[in-house]
């Protein structure tokens, strides 16, 4: 498909594809759209306005033209080995990410580092410059994209600019650590309207910019000397809950998780927790609170397992690399130690899983455990509430997932207190069906009713209302799709 200049109504820009590279039985190459929310609640808004998605294919493949996948329009930017070296495990990877996320590791400071993250980002900035039609909504996801914003203001300022940062925002004390804090500040500013996933998070940003920059503020509003307005708002994320139910309701996914409990030697309860192989998760001190129980008798291997999932990820980063190994020897001690034939303390999973073997795994898990030291929101715990249909089934949860604000009947711990974790592992496991019952209903209405295309629909919405009276309107989906037309 060729992609005239200036011709996309909606553009959204990413560090990543919405797809994945895979190999046919052929031997040829071809794409499929990754299995995310973020795919699923933006493709039909795409779709209704000529939307175009800028990001890295993964790999360092080089001039690639833009394509259609699934009817999307897909506008490949590579990176080169250095800028995936530098922009992407580094500045990215190295730097932000550990800072955004309470210095659960310590963040690297690396002026290269840094000079590859404008590089690219101001890469990115000039294709969507290039492709967005006039007037059009141009929608940056997430903390390697900071600086697109206001790069693409200053190309381009007839376009409406959202930006939407999936992760958490720090506080002030934190964030000042960063040498390079107020280019941060200036390039989310180049946006009309800044998404974070909760109130603090924005408040924090609010504050920093009347701090650090200077610029007046009241409330969630930054007022800029040229007269702009930018405003800074929650809009917690979520899934595709109608999706995931009918996967789990499938009769393929509920044959597989009888499969999987016969396969664990059906055990009395499955303890199920499913993450990225991400430090931030907190896997380690959950098999270690679990372990304890089984040490100490609360549980028998005889009755209980705890299934891990961990899907590899950012492999070449050191501090990846260390957990990594850290929760082999972890898992291995645990089993060796405490596991009987055939019945291991911790059924350990290094690999990722398409969207239906996660369904049928919720299905089979009486308890889920999700406690990570910090994080943005937390789609996994959404997604098992969206399984249980029969709602029953307990979800353990950290305080410090963004998902905790939502999801308040879940068993709510503190990831760094073992002896709290452990206390709520028992209690989970313990509880009564109607206990478990009452705190599952609630929570499947809060996910029912929050769905990711009311997350979309809702900051388009707010951006569109933001600047009025500045071109064209994204297209709502569904209804009153002639509201929001050209003017
Ligand atoms: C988090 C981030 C995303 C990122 C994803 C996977 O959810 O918020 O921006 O894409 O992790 O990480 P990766 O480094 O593989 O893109």
């Known amino acids: 498909m060729a992609l005239k200049n200036r011709s996309a109504d909606l553009v959204i820009v990413a560090n990543r594809l919405p797809v994945d590279r895979v190999e046919e039985?052929?031997?040829?190459?071809?794409?499929?759209?990754?299995?995310?929310?973020?795919?699923?609640?933006?493709?039909?808004?795409?779709?209704?306005?000529?939307?175009?998605?800028?990001?890295?294919?993964?790999?360092?493949?080089?001039?690639?033209?833009?394509?259609?996948?699934?009817?999307?329009?897909?506008?490949p930017e590579s990176l080169s080995a250095e800028e995936i070296e530098e922009h992407y495990e580094g500045f990215s990877n190295g730097t932000l990410w550990p800072l955004y996320h309470d210095l659960v590791a310590k963040p690297e400071f690396h002026r290269e580092w840094w000079d590859s993250y404008v590089r690219v980002n101001q890469r990115f900035?000039?294709?969507?410059?290039?492709?967005?039609?006039?007037?059009?909504?141009?929608?940056?996801?997430?903390?390697?994209?900071?600086?697109?914003?206001?790069?693409?203001?200053?190309?381009?300022?007839?376009?409406?600019?959202?930006?939407?940062?999936?992760?958490?925002?720090?506080?002030?004390?934190?964030?000042?650590?960063?040498?390079?804090?107020?280019?941060?500040?200036?390039?989310?500013?180049?946006?009309?309207?800044?998404?974070?996933?909760?109130?603090?998070?924005?408040?924090?940003?609010?504050?920093?910019?009347?701090?650090?920059?200077?610029?007046?503020?009241?409330?969630?509003?930054?007022?800029?000397?040229?007269?702009?307005?930018?405003?800074?708002?929650?809009?917690?994320?979520?899934?595709?809950?109608?999706?995931?139910?009918?996967?789990?309701?499938?009769?393929?996914v509920a044959q597989r998780a009888k499969e999987i409990r016969e396969a664990l030697g059906n055990p009395r309860t499955i303890f199920l927790g499913i993450d990225r192989l991400d430090y931030t998760k907190g896997i380690y001190a959950r098999l270690r609170a679990f372990s304890e129980l089984v040490r100490d008798e609360h549980l028998s291997v005889r009755d209980s397992v705890f299934v891990q999932v961990a899907t590899p990820s950012r492999e070449r980063v050191e501090q990846y690399r260390r957990l990594r190994d850290d929760i082999d020897r972890l898992v291995g001690r645990i089993n060796g130690d405490l596991g009987e034939i055939g019945r291991p303390v911790i059924s350990y999973l290094h690999s990722s899983y398409p969207r239906e073997e996660m369904a049928a795994l919720y299905r089979a898990a009486d308890v889920m455990v999700v406690t990570p030291f910090r994080d943005g929101m937390n789609l996994v715990a959404k997604e098992y509430v969206a399984c249980r249909l029969e709602e029953d089934g307990a979800l353990v949860l950290s305080e410090f997932a963004g998902a905790a604000d939502e999801l308040r009947q879940a068993w709510l711990v503190n990831p760094y207190d073992i002896n709290g974790m452990k206390a709520a592992l028992r209690e989970a496991h313990n509880a009564e069906p109607k206990e478990l019952n009452r705190r599952m209903r609630a929570m499947r209405k809060t996910v029912k009713e929050r769905n990711v295309t009311r997350w979309a629909d809702s900051f388009l919405a707010e951006l569109a209302a933001t600047r009025p009276d500045h071109g064209k309107t994204v297209r709502p989906v569904g209804d009153g799709a002639d509201e929001g037309d050209e003017s």
């Open 25 to 75: 039985a052929d031997g040829s190459k071809s794409w499929r759209t990754s299995p995310g929310g973020l795919v699923t609640a933006l493709e039909p808004v795409m779709r209704a306005n000529d939307g175009a998605w800028i990001g890295w294919p993964g790999g360092t493949e080089t001039g690639m033209k833009p394509f259609t996948s699934d009817g999307l329009s897909l506008v």
């Open 125 to 252: 900035a000039d294709r969507a410059a290039r492709i967005a039609a006039e007037g059009a909504t141009v929608w940056v996801q997430d903390y390697q994209m900071q600086l697109v914003p206001q790069m693409l203001r200053e190309a381009r300022p007839d376009l409406k600019i959202g930006f939407y940062l999936h992760i958490p925002f720090p506080p002030g004390e934190l964030f000042q650590q960063l040498p390079w804090r107020r280019e941060i500040l200036q390039g989310l500013l180049g946006a009309d309207l800044i998404g974070f996933q909760l109130p603090g998070a924005a408040q924090n940003f609010v504050r920093l910019v009347r701090q650090r920059v200077g610029h007046k503020t009241h409330r969630d509003l930054v007022y800029l000397p040229d007269g702009r307005t930018v405003k800074a708002a929650a809009f917690p994320i979520s899934i595709d809950t109608e999706g995931f139910e009918e996967l789990a309701a499938s009769e393929p």
